[in-house]
């Protein structure tokens, strides 16, 4: 796995959110990167993953990318491939990217579940920081007192002196929460203050799911049709 920049911002927040529960860190950080119009300034790459080249609007979308939002100093990192036995390689590469910029702070975005989830009308939110974080507590979001948490950013908090920070929102399915990702992205808007117009918020959250649904099932099929393949050659 190897980290390639093309530019190198100073002292930003890094914004990550990857395949999980929910897809709520996917979903929310594709938001993120197309209402902020960051550009693309570096990628992740690693021969482990699927080779699958998804085009959107006549673009590469690369797998593993880099953005970089120049107004508010944030580098967004997201997945929109399979990531499943890279987590600890991600994680190696997210502490790299933050020391080579020297990074104020990280924040992963994920999607959870809780045993009080149904019992309110509106999803949760909560917050983990390794540094103590009080901002978020102060704008109302409960502190995660007990849960697992899974994937990059369960490497993320294993590993020692990073400044992260972790926003989850409760999630009811598998599949891509796009109103679980929209709960999540209204607490970086209060939190770092992007303004985001949160009329359209719920109708662009289900474009992203919408076209979140179709690029995992074409990487599914793909995937599928790559394995019948070796199949019929070996059989």
């Not at 993120?32 to 993953?49: C, F, Q, T």
Request: glycine share 8%; net charge positive; hydrophobic share 40%.
């Amino acid at each position: 796995m190897e980290l390639k920049l093309n530019s190198k911002p100073n002292s930003p927040i890094i914004i990550e959110g990857f395949p999980g529960l929910g897809f709520v860190g996917t979903i929310a950080v594709e938001f993120l990167i197309e209402h902020l119009n960051a550009k693309l300034i570096g990628k992740i790459e690693s021969k482990e993953m699927l080779p699958i080249a998804a085009i959107h609007k006549e673009m590469i979308i690369e797998p593993l990318g880099i953005f970089y939002d120049k107004s508010h100093n944030i580098v967004l990192v997201h997945a929109l491939g399979n990531i499943t036995g890279l987590e600890w390689s991600l994680a190696e590469k997210l502490a790299e990217l933050s020391k080579i910029l020297k990074a104020k702070e990280i924040i992963s975005l994920e999607g959870v579940s809780s045993p009080t989830m149904g019992l309110n009308k509106e999803l949760q939110s909560y917050v983990y920081s390794t540094s103590q974080n009080k901002k978020l507590e102060k704008l109302g979001v409960q502190s995660l007192k007990e849960g697992v948490v899974v994937g990059v950013s369960g490497a993320l908090l294993l590993k020692d002196k990073l400044p992260l920070t972790c926003i989850f929102s409760e999630t009811k399915t598998g599949m891509p929460d796009s109103r679980a990702a929209a709960n999540v992205i209204k607490v970086i808007d209060q939190y770092l203050g992007l303004k985001v117009d949160y009329k359209p918020l719920m109708k662009k959250a289900d474009e992203f799911e919408s076209k979140l649904k179709g690029l995992v099932t074409q990487a599914k099929e793909a995937t599928n049709q790559k394995t019948k393949k070796e199949l019929d050659y070996f059989g």
